[in-house]
């Protein structure tokens, strides 16, 4: 059910999509008839069930069983679980035919569409759509969500946790060709076709930037692998870490520190940003780990993807780091030297060499205990050049590394536009203008 205030937004965006009605289209609509319509009006809706998870009986049938998650604007061809025939009959699941349009009301993927690839059921967070026979195109209605969604969920619910009703997807207007007084289905699909065609060059031209950032991505893997491969033959001697190295310990409990601002290094979402975090003491709460600039991180938690980072420059601030991090820092020599510097250590570590080592020796461990000890890394031999032969590998590496920066920011550039383009075609989709 919308709630009184979530029905005042969505009435606020009824009247916008109605203004934008006649901004964009109304002059055009004595010529082509595009005239907003409920969509309503010309469409059935009902959802799914789940049944009684403690019934083991009612799971692992022959009928495949959608859930919201698995709706990403795609087929559904396959599912992640099925339910048996007595699972059906006890709970609200039904069976939709093949091409169906569902649409995922809550969750992560709310607002997503799919198409039924086989006859399949679904659960109740999931939005299944029936026009009514040659009204409209449900692949008409599909591109219009993925046109609206974002603006939609914002409108209704403003952002917070959004999930959208039945109702929602009913009272939403759509901009529909008629002809001789009826919804032109032929015109629909015609507009259809178009955006396919469209879209499909622009998939292609997205799967061929995907290709070019996982080429980007193995262009420093690869420079990795020929220097420290070739260690032997450089003359590099090599030494086992824990002789030129330790992990640090120190420890603190930022709580007792409420109003201090601290540093913090942790391992975020997709493990995508080096950046530390920006907290106080009083939003900090566990211990953490005190480290110093020049500190080398390693991810112990699942290293099969790696997180190396590098403690950056002190900021004023006390800089910490959460317990899932090793950081390891260089001993020093008899004559209070380091042994090594932190940008080489940060290399050495990141090369494929290195990574096929350590992660060998978590093989066979289940996912919640894939973790290494001190004494995996420590135990571990590495190439150890001359300093100053050091500072040239890591000046090399540091020069790739910002090209590969500046490529990647080149292709989220590209994406963007990639995007804008979708929006555009869109947006010409619905006004008529296709």
């Known amino acids: 059910m919308v709630s009184k205030g979530s029905q005042l937004t969505l009435d606020s965006f009824t009247k916008k999509a109605k203004l ?3 901004n964009v289209i109304s002059e055009r609509s004595s010529k082509n008839g ?3 319509v409920r969509l309503g009006d010309f469409v059935e809706t009902t959802s799914g069930g ?4 403690s019934r083991k009986e009612y799971f692992g049938g022959n009928i495949p069983w959608v859930k919201s998650g698995e709706l990403e604007d795609n087929w559904i061809f396959n599912t992640e679980e099925t339910i048996t025939e007595e699972g059906l009959r006890n709970s609200n699941a039904k069976i939709f035919p093949k091409g169906t349009l569902l649409v995922a009301m809550y969750g992560a993927t709310v607002g997503k569409t799919a198409i039924l690839g086989v006859d399949a059921a679904t659960n109740q967070a999931v939005c ?3 026009p009514k026979k040659d009204l409209i195109d449900p692949f008409f209605i599909r591109y219009f969500i993925i046109w609206k969604r974002d603006e939609l969920i914002k409108s209704s619910f403003g952002g917070a946790q959004p999930n959208i009703s039945q109702t929602v997807i009913r009272n939403l207007m759509i901009p529909l060709p008629f002809k001789d007084g009826k919804p032109d289905i032929e015109e629909q699909r015609r ?5 396919e065609e469209i879209t499909a060059r622009i998939e292609q031209a997205k799967k061929l930037k995907e290709e070019a950032l996982e080429e980007t991505e193995k262009i420093m893997q690869t420079a990795l692998h020929q220097i420290f491969s070739k260690a032997e033959e450089k003359g590099w001697e090599k030494k086992r870490l824990e002789s030129i190295a330790f992990i640090r310990k120190g420890t603190i409990n930022p709580m007792d520190y ?3 601002e601290f540093e913090l290094y942790s391992i975020p979402a997709y493990h995508t940003s080096v950046e530390p975090e920006i907290k106080k003491g009083c939003e900090i709460k566990s211990s953490k780990v005190l480290v110093n600039p020049g500190d080398c991180l390693f991810g112990k938690l699942n290293p099969h993807v790696p997180k190396i980072w590098l403690v950056k420059p002190y900021n004023n601030r006390r800089q910490i780091a959460t317990t899932e991090f090793f950081p390891i820092v260089s001993k020093e020599k008899n004559n209070n030297e380091k042994w090594f510097i932190p940008e080489y250590i940060y290399y050495v570590l990141k090369s494929p060499d290195f990574q096929k080592r350590v ?3 978590i ?3 289940t996912a919640s205990r894939q973790r290494l000890s001190p004494n995996d890394i420590l135990e571990e031999e590495i190439p150890l050049p001359p300093f100053e032969e050091q500072k040239l590998v890591v000046e090399h590496l540091n020069r790739l590394e910002e090209k590969i920066r500046k490529l990647k920011r080149h292709q989220q550039e590209v994406s963007q536009k990639i995007e804008k383009i979708t929006n555009a075609v869109l947006e010409k989709a619905f006004s008529g203008r296709l």
Do not use: C, N
């Open 20 to 22: 934008e009605a006649k």
């Open 34 to 36: 595009w005239i907003w």
């Open 50 to 53: 789940t049944p009684l998870r």
């Open 128 to 130: 299944a759509i029936f």
């Open 191 to 195: 507009v259809v076709a178009r955006v």
């Open 258 to 260: 409420p109003d201090e």
């Open 359 to 361: 992660i060998h020796k």
């Open 363 to 365: 093989l066979g461990t």
